[in-house]
T-cell receptor, first 112, second 117 residues
Framework: GESVGLHLPTLSVQEGDNSIINCAYS??????FIWYKQESGKGPQFIID?????DKRQGQRVTVLLNKTVKHLSLQIAATQPGDSAVYFC???????????FGTGTRLLVSP | GAGVSQSPRYKVAKRGQDVALRCDPI?????LFWYQQALGQGPEFLTY????????KSGLPSDRFFAERPEGSVSTLKIQRTQQEDSAVYLC???????????????FGEGSRLTVL
């Protein structure tokens, strides 16, 4: 079935490194993708989004890349900090506003 | 408050008990969503309200689950005759938009963690 998934369940990096979190999606009709950060005991927090008519979008220390050819989404975090440690989810909108489909998440561990 | 507020934060129920989870969305937000998040998984859509109208309840796992938003503001998710498989974090989210999801428009609460013994 249609799904949004992640390649790596856990990513460990050193403080100051750049981090890349990957996500594969299967629904070529999806028109909007979002990355969320979720810290322990908290709800998902918006990081950055991208529409399907774009292939790159930059925010503060974060960049999202979209490759529609291979249905791949990535989140790049520059100069990773201990405060970036969390679980990161990609999500896709399946054509209707009401239903975001989330992946299972990647845990990012940042060591000082 | 400024954000989405959920209560209780933690609920322990014995199997068979009924529970009610409350969501106070951001003031003025038209759209309200409930998601269920099992341990180690991503959130899964349960239901969606536009004002007081429940426009989509396709994600509710069984008829034991019921949600309402009678005045278009506060919402309650009720689970009857709870089962162990209902144990999860229930997330509420709100948005000021009706359609055309755009940048960062979905705001999540911290969730209500339900444990069914």
């Amino acid at each position: 079935g249609e799904s949004v998934g992640l390649h790596l369940p856990t990513l460990s990096v050193q403080e100051g490194d750049n981090s890349i979190i990957n996500c594969a999606y299967s629904n070529s009709a999806s028109d909007y993708f979002i990355w969320y950060k979720q810290e322990s005991g908290k709800g998902p927090q918006f990081i950055i989004d991208i529409r399907s008519n774009m292939d790159k979008r930059q925010g503060q220390r974060v960049t999202v890349l979209l490759n529609k050819t291979v249905k791949h989404l990535s989140l790049q975090i520059a100069a990773t900090q201990p405060g970036d440690s969390a679980v990161y989810f990609c999500a896709e909108k399946k054509g209707d506003f009401q239903k975001l489909v989330f992946g299972t998440g990647t845990r990012l561990l940042v060591s000082p | 408050g400024a954000g989405v507020s959920q209560s209780p934060r933690y609920k322990v129920a014995k199997r068979g008990q009924d529970v009610a989870l409350r969501c106070d969305p951001i003031s003025g937000h038209v759209s309200l969503f409930w998601y269920q998040q099992a341990l180690g998984q991503g959130p899964e859509f349960l239901t969606y309200f536009q004002n007081e109208a429940q426009l989509d309840k396709s994600g509710l796992p069984s008829d034991r689950f019921f949600a309402e938003r009678p005045e278009g503001s506060v919402s309650t998710l009720k689970i009857q005759r709870t089962q162990q498989e209902d144990s999860a974090v229930y997330l509420c989210a709100s948005s000021g938009r009706v359609g055309g999801l755009g940048t960062g428009e979905l705001f999540f609460g911290e969730g209500s963690r339900l444990t069914v013994l």
